[in-house]
């Protein structure tokens, strides 16, 4: 476990999250997790890849270049191919069970 801080819309935060980075936690991240802390899945470089929520409760996605927030969204569960606005390479997802996901609602467009 490790602690994610950035700032967004001139606030500070800090989350602690479970790094995803072998192929496996890529590929799994929030499926059939009842509860779990948030996680952030990293790239090797920059990409448009999509995700999904098959299987996921509701979450936020906040997408990342480097250390720039390129996108936010609140997903919603078994919606197919969700991307960002540009390419990214980290992505960080906050399930509906933790107290940041009520933080970043208020920054979410439904």
């Known amino acids: 476990m490790k602690t994610l801080r950035f700032n967004y819309k001139n606030k500070n935060f800090s989350i602690k999250v479970i790094e ?7 590929t799994f991240g929030l499926m059939f997790r009842k509860n779990s802390l948030a996680l952030l899945f990293i790239f090797k470089k920059p990409s448009k890849i999509s995700i999904h929520s098959f299987f996921c409760k509701p979450f936020i ?3 990342f270049l480097y250390n720039k927030i390129i996108d936010i969204k609140l997903i919603k569960p078994n ?6 606005k540009n ?7 906050i399930p509906s069970n933790t107290k940041d996901f009520l933080t970043f609602c208020k920054f979410v467009q439904v």
């Open 79 to 84: 919606k197919f191919s969700i991307k960002p």
């Open 61 to 63: 996605a906040i997408w």
């Open 87 to 93: 390419r990214f390479n980290k992505i960080l997802e």
């Open 20 to 26: 995803c980075k072998s192929i496996f936690s890529k």
